[in-house]
């Protein structure tokens, strides 16, 4: 089930959590730079809005498609308006599936929301979307990226500073016949060294950027008010599924007890109040 387009009416007191940028603390303990970590927060969002331009390219060009093909006049600003809701519609779809990933209501939510009418369970769906809609992306798909990198970053620096030490220590011990070749060896490590602590602090701020962006938005999640809606919303996700008739797929997750029960799932979907 697809949320409704009405305009929320109990989401009022959540807009937008704007997250501060993030605590010195907090990105001190990552080993991150706070600036270079705000870069990289910025240059996800940016990655994230070009692909949201390229899906409304890829609908608008679509639809300009189907229309050649149908031999339809080409209405370029109703054209807009079409990709426009397409692209909108997969957003509502795209937040719907995370509010799924993100609440497990209980047994009693989900059993109350049987007995509530479809219109009201469409105004809890929307709601809790539109909160959802209010926080920044989840920069989560980069996580393993991001960790990955760290890792061996670190590794490549770890290693070339333990061989810088060594060619030190060997300086200091050396015969002066070796020391010019000692020299030239410990200035090309130390130079490999800079370069990899360089490479190393760009990979330490994007991934203290992507646990920081999850850390806010957990905290945001957290709040009591907030979660009351997502749980709500959730639910009514899952009844308005279920009386659409695919309630076995929208909560395969719940106990068998706490599936909606089967004379509900076929055709009482105006008022929604007993069996």
């Known amino acids: 089930m697809t949320p409704s387009t009405r305009a929320p009416t109990s989401d009022a007191k959540l807009r937008s959590p704007a997250p ?3 605590l010195v603390g907090e990105v001190a303990r990552l080993g991150a730079d706070l600036d270079a970590v705000q870069a990289c927060l910025d240059e996800f969002d940016a990655l994230l809005a070009r692909r949201a331009q390229r899906r409304l390219a890829d609908a608008r060009a679509l639809l300009s498609e189907l229309a050649e093909r149908d031999a339809e006049p080409l209405d ?3 054209l807009e308006e079409e990709a426009e809701r397409a692209c909108e519609q997969e957003e509502q779809e795209r937040l719907a599936a995370e509010l799924r990933r993100l609440v497990t209501p209980d047994a009693n939510a989900v059993r109350q929301a049987r007995d509530r009418g479809d219109q009201a369970l469409e105004r809890c769906c929307q709601a809790a979307v539109n909160v959802l809609a209010t926080l920044p992306r ?3 798909e980069f996580a393993p990226e991001a960790e990955r990198r760290y890792a061996a970053e670190r590794a490549v620096r770890d290693g070339l500073a333990k061989r810088e030490a060594e060619a030190t220590r060997l300086l200091k011990a050396a015969g002066w016949w070796r020391r010019r070749a000692l020299r030239r060896e410990l200035a090309s490590l130390h130079r490999d060294r800079q370069a990899a ?5 760009t990979a330490a701020a994007r991934r203290a950027a992507v646990r920081v ?3 806010q938005r957990a905290g945001w999640l957290a709040r009591p008010d907030v979660a009351a809606v ?3 919303g959730v639910v009514a996700l899952r009844e308005l599924a279920a009386r659409a008739g695919d309630g076995g797929a929208a909560t395969a997750e719940l106990a ?3 599936r909606p029960r089967p004379e509900r799932g ?8 007993g069996s």
């Open 197 to 201: 602590d360089e490479r190393l602090r």
């Open 76 to 78: 370029r600003v109703r």
């Open 138 to 140: 989840s920069l989560d």
């Open 213 to 215: 962006r999850e850390g």
């Open 20 to 22: 501060p940028r993030p």
């Open 256 to 258: 068998v007890v706490d």
């Open 266 to 273: 076929g055709g009482h979907g105006g008022s929604g109040a």
């Open 230 to 232: 997502l749980t709500a």
